[in-house]
């Protein structure tokens, strides 16, 4: 069995701004050790990142905890990584940011310098990991022109994907025409926009949190992209809902029937299999029911990811055979995650 771990992670360090334009190194995030605890509710001694005024956490990783090492997190020893990989069992890795999940900046100069420069690290990071290591580029989308620009960059260069959160940009959900350029584009280079559990809120990590999590508002773009007929609008365009879980399924898809049969003028159509239809792809957990869930037309929908690297509830365990279960009932049609994110690995 072909295995791609659709949700792993990096984390960025001094290296991934090596990258930044000469005019662009004033933005360049600058890392404080206060050396102790200093977010609300978590005593570990967590570093920070200070961007644009705003402090966000440059997380303190337990090496037993996540089953991972500096190393391999943050891309500085790859073949290191590609040999725990072997002993995981999983053949690919599509690599996700870990700062980028957070909004740091409403500034569109700095979002489009360190977009660019993220991506050329890990572009490079990764070119010689033989297909194994693939990466979604990061968008600079408070300067939308920038971001098709960069979108072509990343395309050329590696990317399997584009990261996204649910809402972001001055509280744009993803069904705002704002973003039509980048899901053009996106259509016409045939990668996939990803979804994935973040924030759009510019907040403090030092500060006390407050509004909706980054699950709940990656799902709401379920709920969007559905309700107004975006599919149909760039119909070879991709969507995945990353580390989101699939339990939300059956709720959003009742949610959906009881709005269609009240308010008609709705561009829903489910005389065909949703998700199936609209090119929706859901990457589960370890804790979803899924035969109930595969009830809801999802067989050619479902993933599954590891959160490598992280060590939140959206982790889950992959050595030995990993997750077997799991894996059988994702991957009955075994090409779900090469069809969203594709991979070019010659394996």
């Known amino acids: 069995m072909f295995r791609i771990d659709v949700d792993a992670h990096i984390d960025e360090s001094e290296a991934t701004w090596e990258y930044l334009d000469d005019g ?31 402090i966000r956490l440059r997380r303190w990783r337990d090496d037993k905890r996540t089953g991972t090492v500096k190393a391999t997190r943050e891309l500085l020893d790859v073949e290191a990584r590609i040999r725990h990989m072997d002993e995981l069992r999983v053949d690919v890795q599509v690599l996700y940011p870990t700062l980028f999940l957070h909004a740091f900046t409403a500034r569109p100069e700095i979002d489009v310098a360190l977009c660019k420069s993220y991506n050329r690290w890990i572009a490079s ?14 968008l600079p989308l408070l300067n939308i022109d920038k971001a098709v620009e960069e979108l072509r960059w990343a395309k050329d260069h590696g990317a399997c994907g584009v990261f996204k959160k649910g809402i ?48 709940m508002i990656a799902i709401a773009a379920f709920s969007a992209l559905a309700e107004h007929g975006i599919p149909d609008m760039f119909p070879n365009l991709r969507v995945g809902f990353i580390e989101t879980g699939a339990s939300w399924v059956p709720y959003l898809y009742a949610d959906l029937v009881a709005k269609k049969l009240r308010r ?7 005389k065909e299999d949703l998700f199936r239809r609209n090119r929706f792809y859901v990457a589960c957990q370890t804790n979803d029911d899924l035969p109930y869930i595969l009830k809801y037309g999802t067989e050619d929908s479902l993933m599954i990811g590891t959160d ?37 690995t010659g394996r």
């Open 308 to 344: 490598y690297s992280h060590a939140d509830q959206s982790a889950g365990p992959v050595r030995g055979d990993p997750r077997p279960g799991c894996y059988r009932a994702a991957r009955r049609k075994r090409g779900n995650p090469r069809v969203c994110c594709p991979q070019d």
């Open 24 to 54: 662009a190194r004033r933005f360049k995030p600058v890392t404080i050790d206060p050396g102790a605890a200093t977010a609300p509710g978590d005593a570990r001694p967590h570093r920070l990142w200070l961007i644009d005024g705003t």
């Open 125 to 138: 990071a990764t070119e010689k990991s033989r297909g194994r290591l693939r990466w979604v580029a990061v």
């Open 168 to 215: 972001e940009c001055g509280d744009r959900a993803a069904s705002d025409p704002y973003f039509f350029p980048v899901y053009e584009e996106a259509n016409r280079l045939d990668l996939p926009i990803c979804i994935h559990n973040a924030t759009g809120n510019i907040e403090s990590a030092t500060a006390e949190g407050s509004g909706l999590g980054g699950g």
């Open 264 to 270: 008609t003028f709705l561009p829903i159509d489910f």
